[in-house]
T-cell receptor, first 113, second 117 residues
């Protein structure tokens, strides 16, 4: 079936650098996307969302970019900090429907001192 | 953001006993809640969708008689692992959907680490 996947299972960045985490989705009907952060032993934490009528959305130190043409989603973290070390999941769904989120496989981000 | 409370955070039980996990939405009403299972280094696997006032919808391969779900109110869903066995040991996470403002964000509980001896 259709699924959401990630290009890189692990990513290591130096503290202070910018991080980019990528995600590819295959369900062209999806119109709502969310990025979650999961620290070890904890539940996923909402970071930022974006609707398909937008290409870019910014939050605090984070930016999500959506390219509907190639069905690609990315999360950019500015000035990465040690506390950003976690697994990041993208998720997609069809808003207004009862369909649950479909999660990608996750990317482990490690921030090096 | 909205808060979802999950309890207990960790439970150790003997094989054959039942364990109940509670999931509460603290500042919004959730007509729909979800239960996930997560193995180490893997993504979340949806087990079932819990609908307030009606029967839960289970994903393929999930035994409904083993994983009992009750969603009796708009803020509470429970998952009971009946006659638990070591293979049921896992990290269970609940989620509640907040439809406030036309959005459909799923907020997650902190998870429950179940260890069956």
């Amino acid at each position: 079936g259709e699924s959401v996947g990630l290009h890189l299972p692990t990513l290591s960045v130096q503290e202070g650098d910018n991080s980019i985490i990528n995600c590819a989705y295959s369900n062209s009907a999806s119109d709502y996307f969310i990025w979650y952060k999961q620290e070890s032993g904890k539940g996923p934490q909402f970071i930022i969302d974006i609707r398909s009528n937008m290409d870019k959305r910014q939050g605090q130190r984070v930016t999500v970019l959506l390219n509907k043409t190639v069905k690609h989603l990315s999360l950019q973290i500015a000035a990465t900090q040690p506390g950003d070390s976690a697994v990041y999941f993208c998720a997609e769904t069809l808003s207004g429907s009862a369909r649950q989120l479909t999660f990608g496989s996750g990317t482990q981000l490690t921030v090096l001192p | 953001g909205a808060v979802v409370s999950q309890h207990p955070s960790r439970v150790i039980c003997k094989s054959g006993t039942s364990v109940k996990i509670e999931c509460r939405s603290l500042d919004f009403q959730a007509t729909t809640m979800f239960w996930y299972r997560q193995f180490p280094k893997q993504s979340l696997m949806l087990m079932a969708t819990s609908n307030e006032g009606s029967k839960a919808t289970y994903e393929q391969g999930v035994e409904k008689d083993k994983f009992l779900i009750n969603h009796a109110s708009l803020t509470l869903s429970t998952l009971t692992v009946t006659s638990a066995h070591p293979e049921d040991s896992s990290f269970y996470i609940c989620s509640a959907r907040d439809r406030t403002g036309g959005r459909a964000i799923q907020y997650f509980g902190a998870g429950t680490r179940l260890s069956v001896l």
